[in-house]
């Protein structure tokens, strides 16, 4: 068997429906051999998008995402992708052709050191040098990629190993010395905690991204009921606690609701989950919830009092750390009765959520996403892209289940919603998919229009027209006397003209109504579908807390 | 408080390790003082031993980074009062008359090295010890003037029975 049936035959053992690739010189027998394969591929425009296709993938479906490109500057051009996914620990598998072994180091055409420069952006990373390798090296990469905290790995295949021939064995055996045992939740642990958080008076829940990674929504609200906690996310936890539920406080952070990011000073005992303490989530760190006992509970030991310091910590995934807590708590908590902590809740609550806009305009980013809110499934899925669309999306779109808002929390990737949409679509065919976009990000990947379209995975793109780089644009006007540099990006392209010209549907609103209707439109027709909607470009993303500042100093 | 740590870790002896974990030095920004590598008990397998400067917690997230490398098998802080630590250092003085020649010779005597190698205008004099005590060395004898100065690195493996391998 041929190095690239290998290849593809051990894809299809890891189960892989679609990978998201262009090809090029390097990699031509594996595309070659994916013609007999079931396996779906989808061509991309751009090797980027492809890799953010893939993380979508993984981020709708808890599945490991594929991507695949060619050597050189197809292999570089994944690599943005790459990290994105790693800081947001999804589980990729990025498949990328080399010049043949003989060639390798005499800087050959079209040959770039993949390995050493995905080498930080990737938890697995392996060129095998024969056929026979190919199978274990596959396996191991999917195999490292969604273990423990996911992330992605990478494949370099030399051509001359596509090309080879050799018996070979496909085997579930991992050869690697290196890995390290799961932790598991320490029993004594446990108990310490579940002791505090029985004892807390003021209980706060801060959850992250890696609920959602451990799937564990279900076990959180049931202990938030349990301690009658309230519970706001980071932008990457959002989704895994229903933004509509009495407890749910929204997000914390510099963008963070003005309630959450008040209320949560004011916890006795602050529990976070699968949650990095990231800078934009904790404000000035030495002044987050300097009063709080602060409990921890991630599975990356790293990530232990990394950034903040900690009362107490439990190593371990968060579903068996939950199942235990909650266990342990059952007893302690049966009669837990309303305090003066749950009114205090509810009153902020309902401040929160009676506020009224003023504003007279007719299309502002929080009645659009309010709008799109109403008018969804609750099941939809949404992405974002980066900037003032991201923030106004986690502030005013109440998300409802996990994995249905995808966004790039760590890297802050412009141009990642859009084909990441494309990606969740392919492995959720059955939800909407909505990316939440801005004009100067959409327009960095515009053209995965011509892979939604013609692949046939329709989405829609809402795009938040302000005709500018909007975030950098609010941060000049805040903090740099309004001296606007390199930030005006002009009324071109037309979004309608460009979708039409993909062969996609543009409808540009001009009212709430309008609005309302294109949405509709879209969700019935299942066709690719770019809305523009034009907002006021001096509009900001409030409120805001700047860097350097505590979640208490909030602007606006 | 910042002090010197001493990380043991065994690692795949294989091409390219070597650049991983280093990019992770690198990229987490840890201060490096040394590092020591070569191969360990079993031919694939190195033994690296690191150095750093920083606290307690710099400490333990250099040995959680480095576990978290999958070339990587095992990494453990050593504590130096129960470990073994040499750095070997081969240093050439320049010794151009007897009398220089007869100082050298002198502090080599005090500090148990061996001159391994002299020449018409140098001595090169090989020293095994701790840091603190090739560092005395090189600054006592500096004045005869240093011509060149190699350093291995501090090597360690725990004192006594108890080990860092691979089937424990
Ligand atoms: C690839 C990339 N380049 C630059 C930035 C810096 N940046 C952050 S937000 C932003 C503006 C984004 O503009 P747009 O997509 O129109 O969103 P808006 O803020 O206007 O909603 C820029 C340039 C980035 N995050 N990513
Ligand atoms: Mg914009």
């Known amino acids: 068997m041929s190095g690239a049936k290998a290849l593809v035959k051990a894809l299809e053992r890891e189960k892989v429906e679609t990978i998201f690739g262009l090809p090029g010189g390097a990699i031509i027998p594996v595309y070659d051999a994916l013609l007999d394969s079931n396996i779906r591929h989808v061509l991309v425009r751009h090797e980027q998008s492809a890799a953010h296709m893939a993380d979508g993938y993984a981020r709708a479906s808890g599945k490991t995402g594929v991507c695949m490109a060619t050597s050189g500057p197809g292999a570089t051009n994944l690599v943005t992708g790459l990290v994105t996914g790693q800081l947001d620990s999804s589980p990729m598998v990025a498949i990328t052709g080399q010049v043949s072994t003989p060639q390798i180091g005499l800087d050959a055409f079209q040959e770039a050191d993949i390995i050493s420069i995905a080498s930080p952006a990737t938890k697995y990373n392996h060129q095998p040098r024969s056929v026979e390798e190919i199978p274990p090296t596959v396996r191991e990469a999917f195999f490292i990629a969604s273990l423990g905290r996911p992330g992605p790995a990478l494949i370099d295949l030399p051509k001359d190993v596509q090309v080879d021939t050799a018996e070979v064995e496909f085997s579930d055996k991992i050869r690697i010395r290196g890995i390290k045992p799961i932790p598991t939740p320490d029993n004594t642990q446990i108990g310490r905690v579940a002791e505090m958080l029985s004892e807390a008076e003021k209980p706060f829940i801060l959850a992250g991204g890696g609920v959602i990674v451990a799937n564990a929504s279900h076990q959180l609200q049931n202990l938030a009921e349990l301690l009658l906690a309230p519970v706001a996310t980071s932008l990457m936890g959002k989704g895994v606690f229903p933004e509509n539920h009495p407890l749910s406080m929204g997000m914390i952070g510099m963008h963070g609701s003005k309630e959450a990011n008040q209320i949560i000073y004011d916890a006795d005992v602050l529990l976070a989950i699968g949650c990095r303490f990231s800078d934009r989530t904790t404000g000035k760190l030495d002044e987050f919830c300097p009063a709080a006992k602060v409990i921890q509970i991630d599975i990356d030991s790293t990530e232990i009092g990394k950034n903040k310091c900690i009362d107490a910590a439990i190593v371990s995934d968060a579903a068996p750390a939950l199942n235990m807590l909650n266990k342990a708590l059952v007893k302690k908590l049966k009669h837990k009765k309303k305090t003066s902590w749950s009114k205090k809740i509810k009153e902020i609550k309902e401040i929160s959520e009676n506020k009224i806009e003023n504003s007279g305009k007719e299309l502002t980013p929080p009645k659009i996403l309010r709008e799109l809110r109403r008018l969804i499934p609750d099941k939809s899925i949404v992405t974002t892209e980066v900037g003032q669309n991201q923030m106004w999306a986690s502030l005013y779109f109440k998300a409802l289940r996990p994995r249905t808002f995808i966004t790039s929390g760590g890297f802050g990737c412009m141009g990642y919603g859009f084909p990441a949409a494309i990606g969740a679509k392919a492995a959720r065919p059955d939800l909407p998919v909505f990316d939440i976009a801005g004009d100067g990000s959409f327009i960095m990947t515009e053209n995965s229009l011509a892979t939604s379209v013609l692949e046939k995975i329709p989405v829609t793109v809402v795009i938040l027209n302000n005709r500018m780089l909007g975030m950098v644009a609010q941060w000049q006007r805040l903090f740099f006397n309004r001296r606007y540099s390199a930030v005006q990006l002009g009324n071109v392209p037309d979004f309608v003209k460009l979708a039409e010209s993909y062969g996609a549907q543009g409808i540009r609103v001009g009212s709430i109504l309008e609005f309302s209707k294109a949405i509709k439109t879209s969700l019935k027709e299942e066709v690719t579908t770019v809305i523009d909607v034009p907002i006021d470009p001096e509009e900001n993303v409030l409120p805001m807390v700047p860097v350097g500042y505590s979640l208490k100093e909030v602007i606006g | ?168």
Do not use: C
Not at chain 2, 9 to 26: C, D, Q, R, T
């Open chain 2, 1 to 168: 408080m910042t002090k010197t740590y001493i990380i043991s870790a065994l690692v795949e002896h294989k091409p390219g390790v070597l650049y991983k974990i280093s990019n992770m030095f690198w990229r987490r920004g840890f201060n490096i003082e040394s590092v020591a590598i070569g191969t360990a008990e079993q031919e694939d397998l190195a033994r690296i031993t690191i150095t750093i400067e920083g606290d307690e917690k710099d400490a333990e997230q250099f040995v959680g980074h480095l576990e978290k490398l999958i070339d990587v098998l095992k990494a453990t802080r050593l504590d130096p009062k129960k470990a073994v630590i040499r750095e070997l250092a081969l240093v050439k003085l320049k010794a151009k008359d007897a009398k220089m020649r007869s100082d050298i010779f002198h502090y080599v005597d005090v500090f148990r090295g061996r001159i391994v190698d002299v020449s018409p205008e140098t001595a090169t004099v090989e020293i095994v010890g701790s840091k603190d005590k090739i560092d005395a060395f090189i600054s006592l004898t500096k004045s005869f003037g240093l011509v060149e100065v190699a350093r291995t690195g501090e090597t360690a493996l725990i004192r006594g029975p108890e080990s860092v391998r691979l089937d424990e």
